[in-house]
């Protein structure tokens, strides 16, 4: 059990610095864009579920409510989301991309899709293929 558990450990370990050199990569590959990763994956959320509320993105990103409430209301001051009454309850607000969030939504695809080409090309494809397969795994087991 202690050898597992020590790869288990050692696995967190290196999800954690993934995850940090991606912020890296990230603010390295792409300083003239402007927003965080988190408000580019949130332009990408609502770019497909355009017209989705405000706590739809809170549960998709796992964000309180108040994370939320900031980011969005940073989003649209900067004139990339707008949010529009709900036809049936004025209550509601829908959020959508502006123009401006549809051309900074395709212009983030475009550095990320570099950014990624980059580092698959580094990559075997079922070395990736089994890292997902763990993943997903993990993921499953720690929803039971």
Same mark, same amino acid.
């Given at each position: 059990m202690g !050898? =597992? =558990? $020590? =790869? &288990? $450990?050692?696995m967190n370990r290196l999800l954690r610095n993934y995850m940090i050199n991606m912020k890296h990569f990230y603010t390295e590959? @792409?300083? *003239?864009?402007? %927003?965080?990763?988190q408000q580019a994956?949130?332009? &990408?959320? /609502? *770019? =497909?579920h355009a017209g989705l509320i405000q706590r739809e993105l809170g549960d998709h990103f796992h !964000?309180?409510?108040a994370s939320v409430t900031s980011m969005v209301k940073n989003l649209e001051r900067d004139g990339y989301i707008i949010r529009k009454s709900d036809? $049936?309850? @004025?209550r509601i607000?829908?959020?959508?991309l502006t123009k401006k969030g549809i051309e900074k939504t395709n212009k983030?695809? *475009?550095i990320f899709d570099k950014a990624y080409l980059q580092i698959i090309a580094r990559l075997d494809e079922e070395d /990736?293929?089994? %890292? %997902?397969?763990g993943m997903t795994n993990i993921n499953d087991s720690l929803k039971k």
């Open positions: !050898l =597992k =558990k $020590e =790869k &288990f $450990e050692q590959f @792409a300083p *003239e864009l402007d %927003i965080t990763p994956h949130t332009l &990408f959320y /609502i *770019e =497909k !964000l309180r409510n036809q $049936e309850s @004025a607000k829908r959020i959508f983030v695809r *475009e /990736i293929n089994t %890292i %997902i397969n």
